[in-house]
């Protein structure tokens, strides 16, 4: 029997998840897949309906999560097996290699102007490159380098070393092994969260022929000050800026051809905030949004469109769309329906709000841990209405994305819920 | 270890220093949620900048009072700039509404004083906009350099004039009218009734310009006790409205009248022991 | 752990100052060997040295024996951010005895060294410039011990609806003791007059009767039906309530925190499409209720019409939960209408009121009688033959947007669609209108496709009106002095990262008293609520960084302006009618300070005098 909790994701609701827990007085393992806890909320420029810049408010949880005398944050890890029951969880957890010693490395970056390779950042959805030895971004926690290893010379050829010759810490370690951990838990935690579905196969908006169409997690790294371009929406053909955008909803989503029959709930919202914010970054920019049902339903949404069109001159078209091209200029051209007329009209860049989906890995996850998974690959509740987040696993608890589609603030009270609800049983177990 | 640093040092080069140029010093109040965390991206990222900003971190902008800028601008700062999370982004939920109101007071308190409110800058900057604060120092600094050097030190009647400014910011009725600045805009008066902006600034300018004025009367009266007709021709101000000052300075007991050699009244600021 | 050195605020400050190389990214840049030797030079400085690595072992050794041979009492780390390494160095100067509180750190890599790669010289002056001004920082400095203070672990609940319940109970399995306040007789709130539940289609009262029995059972969980608040005095763990039932004793309580979940009422639509002035025209709660009581009417042709005093009609938002209600319930009327129709069969076509009788010309009807076979001919006529039971009846549902968001939602309005409810789009410029034609109801809208005026004889209209504020949200709203928003729902601490927090700490919402939710929705937040008033409950204290508020009593003329500029309701009137900082409450943001007409508030560890000498020291001329 323990107190102990693990948490499973490290995006804002299993950020929150275990601060709650974490200030309780419990002990909170946080295993996180990646480098660095954050997220997906560490990509976002701005958030609705306040426009408020994500980082600066993401980056103090981050930090008070990390340095929580009652956490233990294992970044780089994954969790691959899970035996017992509520009260007494045994959790493996397999430690990825880092090759960098976290407890030396300060995060100076010297090692990085040595690093001879180049490999699309993830972080910046591929819009700029990193090197292998990386940081996932300026403000990761931990503030430390990762050597991925699929495009290390080093631990790949043998050739190479600059990084170890430049760190004065010594803290790269070419023979690190990948580690399992055993933690006991009393319950557990998942927060896995999303991914952005490719549209490349949904060929009818041109995504990686055209090159001015975009996703919009990447133009939202592009209008981050941090971002790849450093804040300017730049059209890929010729690095130029764009004044008429077209944002188009709903692309591999509420669309049962292409396997995703739901709607993600936040993009409605998200492309609002984008032509807002094109519109903040240079007067002269025009949006249109295309789109099949403006679902602003949440408190302050509405509002939020209602500004959108009075103030920043946002238009709304009520209508499918599809993309082509001008092979000369590369303008990409919307084509749609209005009062059942076919409508063509040439635009500088276009923003596809892709399919949100659960990460895939959340599948094997779901199995290790005895989960349900829904057709579409989300998390199943048990008890859908008073206890969404309860699953078939008594101690097992749902929060964020990973469980239905879900924006910040659901994903912060779920994370908040679920913390609640592990309370809750080690409580009832007896611990 | 110490050889490698050496090593280091000696291979980066200097770009030549101009050496008597002048370098104005510049204060910058940075809050620690938004701004700081700028300036640190700022250096994470190695957007280069000038030397001229000394920051000094505080939890939120709100914190900068009229007094603080005002005596520092009295001290013979070159510039000065607060910087504070976007409004509506706040840490501290409307702390920054409150700086900008403060803002405005103490650039009129400035210009009331004869010192260029282009020395003072408010600016938000969030904690991913690490180039943005590069560009608002660089430009700052050269903002402040076209204005030259503060002429506080040099000039004794401009440093009076600022020590007034910084004690109109201290009184009672200016710092209680810009504290329910914002409240009376959003919530209106103990009768509910709205204030328009505008009005309240009106409002607002015309209670800084006597308070400035009072405060002047004083800062002079305390060098020596000095006649109405005196101050008239100091401060640059008729000397009805001068008088009427004194007659309110004489209520609070701030101000005594002699009568050197039983001729033309004079006044002399009446100081209260120890206290600064 | 070291003994505690006491430092008296009258010591002679003794400082000693660490500068770090970082590896290069400092000492590349900056001089830092000549900057040490600068900052031997300063006032009160007794020790002072550079590290490769400050924050690695050996750096944070130097710092504690610094301490221990120097007897240091004042010490300066001048290397990287606060932001990310104070912690760091702080546990380093309390692991050696020394409080917090007297640690400066100075910034001159990222401030200094990072910016200005290119400018030796004057990067190294300015290094100088900040150590100087952490200097004359430092020697103003005084220990501070952190205030805690109690917390009662018990908490209040105001509501008994679903959100209420749930927060009580998830209060009560985490083992504390919670009093629920519910004005009505019984529990269950809103969700109690409704019919059944979309996404389970459970009947509601099935779905919340184990909710309310164990409720109703918990030990935990003291019980105050047909109660109200009457008044809350204190602050966080530490309320003072009393709670007030009619015709009883009022009830004296101390709790440590306090739930908000009063809920919502449906907004009554009077002088909107003809309700309360045709028959059959009713609210999508008044539907749900003739379900519920197998009242409705005999009817073929029902129309829905969505926002209905909604999305800028009367209120300005949009309720989130009608769109998948009403879907819902034309679901239900097309598959389940036999079942629904009960005892009112036999009254008829009308419910509530009989309308007045009406002689309706004959060419009126037939005109009537024509239009509606278009009307049928437009939305499907080929397709007639294969209707299966649903044919008795047609759903329309008037819309401007359906809101199904998520995954079952948009699931079940495909289902519906396949199921032949139709859906007609209206914009604000072309509201659809209910009136009498003759003694038949009729919605007269435009068809957005067509641009053409059409109309539809209808049986009954439902119209799907929003959530509204409770009227009395005002009273609690400054009973507890917690905000409420534009439209009168209570406002959240941070839109985004504390939807369940008030900006006051100790008092936290949940449900549809701070916005339009459905069950799901309010429940999770109710035991968000939960997890987060339980904090300060299983900690037992809570604990406030030494940057607080303090208040001179004898310069505080007690004007208040500080009371009402504090977002967190951190001052109050002291009972000698001069301000007081609740210390557990105050954030330390310093509005308050700045504020003061009298200056009789400054900052803990933020004071005027500090902050003057850093930046004063600043515009020194180098020694």
Not at chain 1, 222 to 229: L, Q, R, V
Request: one cysteine or more; aromatic letters at 6%.
């Amino acid at each position: 029997m323990t107190k102990d909790v693990m948490v499973i994701g490290g995006g804002i609701a299993g950020i929150q998840a275990a601060l709650d827990l974490a200030d309780k007085g419990m002990i909170v393992h946080l295993v996180e897949k990646t480098p660095s806890i954050g997220g997906r909320m560490a990509q976002l420029d701005k958030t609705f309906p306040t426009n408020d810049c994500s980082i600066c408010i993401l980056a103090p949880k981050m930090a008070d999560c990390f340095s929580h005398p009652n956490t233990n944050v294992i970044t780089y890890a994954e969790v691959v097996g899970v035996e017992g029951k509520v009260g007494s969880f045994k959790v493996k957890v397999l430690k990825k290699a880092r090759y960098v010693d976290e407890t030396k490395c300060t995060g100076c970056g010297e090692c990085l102007e040595k690093c001879p390779s180049k490999v699309p950042s993830e972080f910046e959805m591929g819009l700029s490159n990193r090197k292998a030895i990386y940081m996932p971004f300026m403000q990761a926690v931990p503030r430390v380098m990762t050597i991925d290893k699929e495009h290390c010379t080093m631990i790949t050829k043998g050739k190479c070393g600059n990084c170890k010759k430049a760190c004065k810490r010594e803290a790269i370690d070419y023979e690190m092994k990948d580690k399992i951990l055993e933690l006991e838990v009393g319950a557990i935690v998942v927060a896995t969260g999303f991914d952005s579905w490719d549209p490349s196969s949904a060929t009818e908006y041109g995504y990686g022929r055209y090159p001015n169409v975009f996703t919009a997690l990447e133009y939202e790294r592009m209008i981050n000050a941090a971002g790849p371009t450093h804040g300017h929406i730049e059209r890929r053909s010729d690095k130029k800026r764009p004044i008429k955008m077209a944002f188009i909803q709903c692309v591999g989503s509420r669309n049962p051809q292409v396997g995703h029959p739901y709607c993600c709930s936040v993009c409605c919202m998200h492309s609002t905030k984008e032509s807002m914010l094109a519109r903040e970054h240079h007067d002269d920019m025009e949006s249109t949004i295309f789109y099949k049902d403006m679902r602003a339903c949440a408190k302050g949404f509405w509002e939020y469109i209602e500004r959108a069109k009075r103030d920043y001159g946002v238009r709304y078209v009520n209508s499918d769309a599809t993309v082509q091209e001008n092979a000369e200029t590369h303008n990409p051209i919307v084509v749609y329906d209005v009062g059942g007329r076919q409508q063509s009209e040439e635009f500088d860049m276009v923003v596809l709000a892709t399919t949100l989906v659960p990460r895939k890995e959340t599948l094997e996850l779901a199995k290790v841990l005895g989960l349900k998974a829904d057709e579409f690959g989300f998390l199943e509740s048990s008890e859908r209405i008073l206890e969404f987040g309860k699953t078939v696993v008594p101690g097992i608890y749902l929060a964020g994305y990973a469980a239905g589609p879900a924006d910040i603030p659901e994903s912060v009270a779920q994370g908040s819920s679920a913390a609640a609800k592990a309370v809750e049983a080690i409580v009832q177990a007896g611990g | 270890m110490a050889e490698n640093v050496q090593h280091a040092i000696a291979q980066k080069k200097d770009e030549p220093a101009g050496a008597n140029e002048w370098e104005p010093k510049i204060i910058g109040f940075l809050c620690n949620w938004c701004s700081y965390a700028g300036a640190d991206l700022c250096g994470v990222s190695r957007y280069q900048y000038p030397t001229n900003v000394r920051a000094v971190r505080v939890m939120c902008s709100t914190r900068i009072s009229p007094h603080i800028v005002l005596e520092l601008f009295t001290a013979g700062a070159d510039g000065i700039l607060v910087g504070g999370c976007h409004l509506n982004d706040c840490h501290y939920i409307t702390g920054n509404f409150y700086t900008e109101k403060r803002l405005r007071l103490m650039k009129k308190l400035l210009e009331d004083a004869g010192i260029e409110p282009q020395r003072l800058r408010l600016e938000w900057v969030s904690a991913s906009e690490g180039e943005k604060f590069s560009k608002i120092v660089t430009e700052f600094t050269e903002q402040v350099k076209k204005l030259g050097p503060s002429k506080v030190k040099k000039d004794a009647a401009l440093k009076t004039r600022a020590s007034a400014a910084d004690g109109a910011s201290q009184t009672f009725r200016l710092r209680a009218l810009v504290g329910k600045e914002l409240g009376l805009e959003k919530t209106g008066n103990v009768y509910g009734q709205k204030l328009d902006q505008t009005e309240l600034e009106k409002l607002i300018d015309a209670a800084t310009k006597d308070e400035f004025e009072r405060s002047l009367i004083l800062e002079l009266s305390k060098q020596k006790a000095r006649s109405v007709k005196e101050l008239g021709q100091i401060m640059d101000v008729p000397t009805d409205k001068v008088l009427r000052h004194i007659v309110v300075l004489r209520q609070k007991n701030m101000i005594a009248m002699e009568h050197p050699d039983g001729l033309t009244p004079t006044y002399k600021a009446i100081e209260i022991g120890g206290e600064q | 752990m070291a003994d505690t050195i006491k430092v008296d605020p009258k010591d002679k400050p003794r400082i000693g100052v660490f500068v770090c190389h970082c590896g290069t990214n400092i000492g590349g840049f900056v001089d830092v060997k000549s900057v040490a030797e600068y900052a031997k030079t300063l006032p009160d400085v007794i020790y002072a040295t550079d590290n490769l690595y400050t924050c690695a072992e050996d750096g944070l050794v130097s710092i504690r024996e610094g301490i221990r041979k120097h007897n240091l009492n004042r010490i300066i780390v001048a290397s990287c951010t606060p932001r990310t390494h104070a912690p760091l160095f702080q546990a380093t100067c309390e692991s050696a005895g020394l409080n917090k509180y007297l640690f400066t750190f100075v910034n001159i890599r990222e401030h200094c060294s990072w910016v200005h790669m290119k400018e030796r010289e004057k990067g190294t002056t300015k290094a100088r410039d900040l150590i100087r001004m952490g200097v004359a920082r430092a020697r103003l400095l005084i220990p501070q011990e952190e205030q805690r203070v109690d917390v009662e672990p018990s908490g209040v609940v105001i509501g008994g609806g679903v959100a209420g319940m749930t927060a009580a109970l998830s209060l009560a399995d985490m083992g504390f003791p919670v009093h629920l306040v519910e004005r009505e007789a019984e529990l269950g709130g809103f969700v109690k007059n409704l019919n059944n539940l979309y996404v389970t289609e459970k009947s509601a009262t099935d779905t919340i009767k184990p909710l309310i029995e164990k409720t109703k059972a918990h030990k935990n969980v003291k019980l105050h039906l047909g109660s109200q608040m009457k008044s809350v005095e204190g602050f966080i763990g530490n309320y003072e309530i009393v709670i007030g039932a009619k015709g009883a004793e009022d009830i004296k309580a101390k709790v440590g925190t306090i739930i908000v979940a009063t809920g919502a009422l449906e907004y009554v639509p009077e002088g909107l499409y003809g309700y309360n002035q045709y028959p059959n025209v009713v609210t999508l709660t008044e539907f749900e209720i003739l379900c519920k009581k197998k009242a409705l009417p005999k009817m073929k042709n029902v129309a829905i019409i969505q926002c209905a005093g909604s999305r800028g009609q009367v209120k300005t938002y949009c309720s989130r939960v009608c769109c998948n209600v009403a879907i819902k319930n034309a679901i239900n009327i097309v598959d389940n209408y036999d079942n629904m129709l009960g005892l009112a069969e036999q009254l008829g076509t009308v419910i509530e009121k009989v309308p007045v009788e009406q002689k309706v010309p004959e060419e009126i009807i037939e005109r009537r009688r024509r239009r509606r076979g278009r009307e049928r001919g437009e939305e499907g006529e080929a397709d007639e033959v294969k209707l299966g039971p649903s044919e008795k009846i047609e759903v329309t549902v008037f819309n401007r947007d359906i809101m199904a968001y998520g995954v079952e939602h948009e699931l079940t309005y495909n289902k519906a669609r396949e199921k032949r409810v139709k859906f007609v789009r209206y914009t604000t410029d072309h509201l659809p209108r209910v009136y009498m034609e003759g003694n038949q109801l009729t919605v007269g809208y435009f068809h957005e496709t067509l641009k053409l005026e059409r109309t539809m004889p209808v049986d009954m209209v439902i119209l799907s009106t929003p959530l509204v504020a409770q009227p009395d949200a005002g009273d609690l709203s400054q009973m507890l002095k917690v905000p409420l928003g534009q439209e009168g729902f209570f406002l959240e601490a941070h839109v985004k990262l504390r939807p369940v927090d008030f900006a006051t700490d100790g008092i936290f919402v949940c449900g549809t008293c701070r916005g339009p939710a459905d069950i799901t929705e309010a429940v999770t937040q109710a035991s968000a609520a939960a997890s987060r008033a339980a904090i300060p409950m299983a900690k037992g204290y809570v604990q406030a960084e030494a940057l607080t508020s303090v208040v001179d009593e004898n310069k505080c003329s007690g004007c208040g302006t500080c009371i009402q500029v504090c977002p967190y309701g951190a001052l109050r009137k002291s009972e000698k009618g001069l301000a007081e900082v609740i210390v557990a409450a105050c954030k330390g943001c310093g509005c308050c300070g700045a504020t003061c007409p009298e200056g009789a508030i400054t900052m803990t560890n933020y004071t005027d005098a500090q902050l003057l000498a850093e930046a004063k020291a600043a515009l020194q001329e180098e020694v």
